[in-house]
């Protein structure tokens, strides 16, 4: 939100600098963005007066000047202007000026064998103006010598706001100068919203033509104005909009920008001459075309309001006028419209049509509907003054769409929520200068909210009013008293166990990715996804159209384009969240990683090889490990999601409900869909899933060795081809838990000597005692009942 210093002192009497103003305005939450005083880049520029100016000796089109620039000395100037001539009163530039206009520094220099030290300027070369026919010709009491801008009244500062989505109020001069008011800078001047008497009934009528009470357009105010001349507009209104960087166009139209930027109140003209009978707010027809004021042709639906004659639509409601009934240097009829129309249908309109204007950026955010009859008037009596003519009575369709609101306030709150003390008087008086109406007396009172105010729908925000324009600055820094000597741990279990998947997954070589948390929708399927639910209503683009239920897809996807670009063996990892539906609990933190290619290098023992399911087994179980998952009783299941080669994938978990984690080689089809070579092997964890220990311990406990040597068994056992190992070991972990330690497996056999369909898997079995040396007796006790577990448990035998 753009605007002069002297412009808001057309609503604000304060005799306040414009940097009293800059800083006041980010007090009360107005930040400034710029504060910028266009008399600064002007101030080489200085009145002068041509002495003389004769024809260039060697060219046709240059003449020869002297130029008196007030100092007591002449200086030549070499001039290309049509206008240059004797006695003239014009702008000078001398040298080492710089030209805004042109961008260059001004050097001494030589035309055609003539002297040239300086430049006389146009508008254009001061970018006050596209006139660039001739230079500036200033009247002849102009005082030589003195300052340009200082004549011109160019040196008023433009000060540059930053206004909140949620303060429509701040997108006009005369709201930001009641802030300012509010705030004890000066005295806001009362608005100059006189009905103008209406001399004549409006030929042209208005309506609104919607099915039912909600109303994309519930008021629209007209009136008719006859007799007018719509040449430029007076210079002071021509100043206020090149300040802010809008081009004059004629009086008629730079009235509506006016009102826009100096009310936060858009209008439109229409030439009353093209208009076709009377006018009328609806809504579009499908397929219906308009010619926009900026030349281009829109295609409208039925979702888009516009306002029309009896011919077709003549404007885009809330965004832009059409160029049909737009008005001219010839217009000498005009329909003046003020109406209030539907903030989210105006933006939705905006959005679809890809047209923004200063109209469409103040309607979606909510222009005040009170005030489109006081703004009528406003512009009714500046097009009389500037154009001439008279106006009709006015005309009203509809009423505003004001709803009373009212909010009871305890005084006492704004010290219990915002930690300043004021004064309840002062309260009272900030919010009135604010435009509020407060009734009542003592700690409890009731306030109105002005019809500007749409963004205040409780106490709190009156608080929060009350405080800004008292000073925030004011609110005593307190220091919180330290309820503890020594920190407790802050983060959540879940927060810490995704930074130390992370690093986990980084000690064992994995390099962490960030990919899309949405997906195409075939590779959302190919995961599990591509449900109707996980569908986004808005993405950022169509590729990107689902959530995505699994990471491996996004990594898999960065394993692929590494590999064009000469990845051979890489390993990917990533913590985040997956999806499995659209509710809270079905947004699980996962830590998923890949691998693909060869593991171990030249320089190790071990020969390079390919990845295989056991390395993604082993990731898994690490990271488990390191997340505090109880890794000595998980089972691991043959068996696992679709996207997994069938028979190369597993599950890890606390029985067959809580599954901690699938590990596998990603199937052939998937890599294929998503054209990555494999083979490529996968694991995900679902960290949710891990159970959380009872008890949270703020640090490890001590390392607990026992002092006595451990003693190590061999057991072979011959089982059916379909036992698993893991059953071996769990059954002989649970004969003697108290004294075993540790088990492995060491040794899988099959051969003729055992039989068909029957195998033989050897174990390491470790004992380790705490309180004595184990005796040959005792150990000879925990192996038998080490064998009698394992027998029982999977029908096999100890072989012998």
């Known amino acids: 939100m753009k605007f002069t210093v002297s412009w808001l002192k057309d609503f604000l009497d304060t005799d306040a600098s414009a940097e009293e103003i ?82 260059i520094e001004l050097k001494a220099g030589n035309l055609r064998g003539e002297a040239s030290n300086g430049m006389l300027v146009s508008e254009r070369e001061l970018l006050l103006s596209d006139d660039h026919e001739g230079i500036i010709d200033l009247p002849a009491d102009a005082p030589v010598g003195t300052s340009y801008a200082a004549w011109a009244g160019l040196d008023d500062p433009v000060i540059d706001v930053a206004v909140t989505p949620n303060r429509p109020d701040a997108l006009g001069v005369y709201g930001v100068a009641r802030d300012l008011a509010a705030a004890g800078l000066g005295t806001l001047k009362p608005l100059a919203d006189a009905p103008v008497e209406g001399t004549f009934k409006s030929p042209i009528g208005v309506s609104l033509a919607f099915d039912g009470d909600d109303s994309p357009c519930p008021l629209f105010v007209g009136r008719y104005i006859r007799g007018v001349t719509n040449g430029p507009s007076p210079a002071w209104m021509q100043k206020r909009l090149r300040a802010i960087g809008l081009r004059p166009i004629s009086a008629l139209v730079d009235v509506t920008n006016y009102m826009t930027h100096a009310y936060g109140r858009p209008l439109h003209v229409f030439d009353a001459a093209k208009v076709k009978g009377n006018i009328s707010a609806r809504l579009a027809r499908p397929g219906e075309t308009i010619e926009a004021l900026d030349g281009r042709t829109y295609t409208l639906d039925e979702t888009m309001t516009v306002i029309a004659d009896e011919a077709a639509p003549e404007a885009i409601a809330g965004v832009m006028g059409g160029e049909a009934s737009g008005v001219t240097a010839e217009t000498t009829e005009v329909f003046l419209e003020s109406a209030w129309f539907d903030p989210v249908r105006t933006a939705a309109t905006g959005r679809k049509l890809n047209l923004n204007s200063d109209a469409r950026y103040r309607f979606e955010r909510g222009v005040d509907p009170a005030f489109a009859e006081p703004g009528a008037e406003i512009a009714t009596r500046i097009i009389l003054d500037m154009c001439g003519g008279e106006a009709s009575e006015i005309l009203l369709a509809g009423k505003p769409p004001i709803r009373e609101k009212t909010i009871g306030l305890r005084l006492s709150r704004v010290e219990s929520l915002a930690g ?35 963004d205040v729908s409780g106490e709190a925000d009156l608080v929060e009013e009350i405080v800004r324009i008292h000073g925030l600055e004011k609110i005593e ?173 597993g599950t890890i978990g606390l029985g067959p409900k809580n599954r901690l984690a699938t590990f596998g080689e990603v199937h052939p089809r998937v890599l294929e869909a998503l054209d990555v070579a494999g083979p490529l092997v996968a694991f995900e964890i679902d960290i949710d899933a891990i159970p959380v220990p009872k008890a949270q311990r703020a640090a490890r406990g001590a390392l607990n060795t026992s002092d006595y040597q451990p003693v190590r068994r061999d057991f072979a056992f011959v089982v059916e081809e379909d036992v698993a190992a893991e059953k071996i070991v769990r059954a002989a972990r649970g004969a003697e838990k108290n004294l075993i330690s540790q088990i492995g497996v060491f040794d899988v056999f099959r051969g003729a000597s055992i039989g068909e369909g029957r195998k033989s898997i050897a174990i390491e079995v470790t004992m380790t005692p705490d309180d004595r040396t184990l005796t040959e007796a005792e150990i000879e006790a925990v192996s038998s009942r080490i064998v009698a577990a394992v027998e029982k448990a999977t029908g096999g035998s100890l072989r012998r």
């Open 22 to 103: 800059a800083d006041k305005l980010t007090m009360i939450g107005l930040e400034l963005e710029s504060l910028s005083n266009p008399a600064e880049a002007l101030s080489p520029f200085v009145i002068a007066k041509v002495l003389e100016a004769r024809q260039h000796p060697n060219a046709d089109r240059l003449r020869v000047c002297m130029v008196d620039p007030g100092t007591g000395e002449t200086v030549q100037v070499v001039c290309g202007a049509p206008n240059a001539r004797t006695g003239m009163i014009g702008v000078f530039a001398p040298v080492g000026s710089f030209v805004p206009g042109t961008g």
């Open 477 to 649: 820094h307190v220091i919180l008293p330290r309820l503890e000597a020594v920190t407790t741990p802050k983060l959540s279990v879940r927060q810490r166990r995704r930074f130390r998947a992370a690093r986990a997954l980084a000690s064992r070589g994995f390099n962490e990715a960030v990919t899309w948390s949405f997906l195409p929708s075939d590779q959302a399927a190919l995961f599990g996804g591509g449900e109707t639910r996980l569908k986004l209503d808005n993405p950022i683009s169509t590729e990107l159209s689902d959530m995505r239920p699994s990471l491996l897809a996004g990594l898999v996807a960065a394993a692929g384009r590494n590999a064009d670009r000469g990845a051979e063996s890489q390993a990917i990892s990533e913590v985040g969240q997956v999806y499995l539906g659209d509710g809270p609990e079905e947004e699980r933190l996962h830590a998923s990683g890949i691998r693909q290619g060869m593991t171990g290098s030249r320089s190790s023992l071990a020969a390079p090889r390919a990845v295989d399911v056991f390395d993604a087994k082993a990731d898994a179980l690490a990271v488990l490990e390191a997340l505090g998952a109880p890794v000595d009783k998980v089972q691991v299941m043959a068996d696992g999601p679709s996207w997994y080669h069938p028979g190369r994938v």
């Open 420 to 454: 300043v003390r004021i004064d309840p008087q002062r309260q009272v008086d900030i919010l009135e200068a604010l435009g509020f109406a407060v009734a009542g007396a003592g700690d409890d009172v009731v306030v109105s909210v002005p019809s500007w105010r749409p």
